[in-house]
């Protein structure tokens, strides 16, 4: 059984969207709340984030959008930046620390004082884009963790497994060229944000080395379990991925909001063991978790409960 890191910070829950919006600071309190009840935080080592460095940040996004951000936090109230993302005065710290969550957590797998970490991290990240905030989303956390993965303790191959009901695009571009980073994506298809297609495999040296699996509404856990075993599992066992990163969403659990499909904890206690089967046999072990969506908020705290602690049995 592998040692589990657990990343939080309470600065988290100063990014406000407003008290309507669904990515709100309520959904860290119920998921700390739920693992504290159930024992599951007692087994767990807590690991303090960093503040991110725009040295890794500038890895993933150009300088001028890190720097515009910065320019438009507002000093109160909250100011948009798309359709349904805002930022609020915390929000440029939060997501300094969300990047430096996942870095710390890097840290701490590399240096082997854990072998999985969990990061209770917001804003989440996998929209971001190169040089946009979008879908709730500011700073690529997992993206900018797996440069730094890569560049920091020379790993040649990361595999990123993305299970949040919408698309990861901003992920999907960060490596879309770039073959020594696998990103594989489960999504419901159609639906926020658009991108996702099957047909999207990545171009150049990247080719291959993107995997889309769109969903339809209403598969569960034997359609996830099928996908995972038949196409994610082949895949890992060719590439060998030295590093393992999940986008963890919650949100194709069937009680969320945002989304129609039929996941349960159960459904994510399944998927998280045949992920870290995959750390197991090619990375040591080695598997960094983060936050994505997931707005239902006991779907929220179970799923995230099921997880860690299917880390925890692993
Ligand atoms: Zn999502």
């Known amino acids: 059984m592998g040692r589990t890191g657990f990343v939080y910070h309470p600065d988290y829950l100063k990014h406000d969207m407003g008290a309507a919006h669904p990515e709100s600071p309520a959904r860290l309190r119920a998921i700390v709340s739920r693992i504290q009840e159930t024992g599951t935080l007692d087994r767990l080592t807590r690991i303090d984030p960093m503040m ?63 072998d999985h970490v969990f990061c209770a991290v917001r804003p989440p990240g996998h929209h971001a884009e190169r040089d946009r ?115 963890a969403g919650f949100d194709a659990h069937r009680d969320d909001p945002l989304a129609g499909m039929g996941l349960t904890e159960a459904g994510y206690a399944d998927m998280t063991g045949i992920v870290a089967g995959i750390a197991k046999r090619h990375a040591g072990g080695r598997l960094l978790s983060s936050l994505e969506g997931g707005y239902d908020l006991t779907a929220l705290a179970g799923s995230v409960d099921a997880h860690v602690k299917a880390l925890l049995d692993s």
């Open 52 to 114: 991110a460095s725009d040295d890794w940040i500038g890895q993933i996004h150009a300088p001028a959008y890190v720097e515009a951000l910065k320019r438009r936090a507002p000093t109160s109230g909250r100011v948009s930046l798309d359709a349904d993302t805002a930022i609020s005065p915390g929000s440029i710290p939060a997501a300094y620390l969300a990047v430096g969550g996942a870095v710390a957590g890097i840290d701490a797998i590399a240096k082997r004082s854990v």
């Open 133 to 247: 905030a979008m879908g709730f989303c500011l700073f690529n956390n997992v993206a900018i963790a797996a440069r730094y993965a890569q560049q920091r303790y020379h790993i040649a191959r990361v595999l990123i497994v993305d299970w949040d009901v919408h698309h990861g695009n901003g992920t999907q571009h960060s490596f879309y060229r770039d073959g020594s980073v696998l990103f594989f994506s489960t999504h419901q298809y159609p639906h926020y944000p658009g991108t996702g297609r099957a047909t999207e495999r990545g171009t150049g040296a990247g080719e291959g080395f993107t995997i889309n699996v769109p969903m339809e509404a209403g598969d569960g856990n034997d359609e996830y379990h099928a996908v995972f075993l038949n196409v994610l599992l082949p895949a890992a066992e060719t590439f060998k991925p030295e590093f393992v990163i999940i986008s």
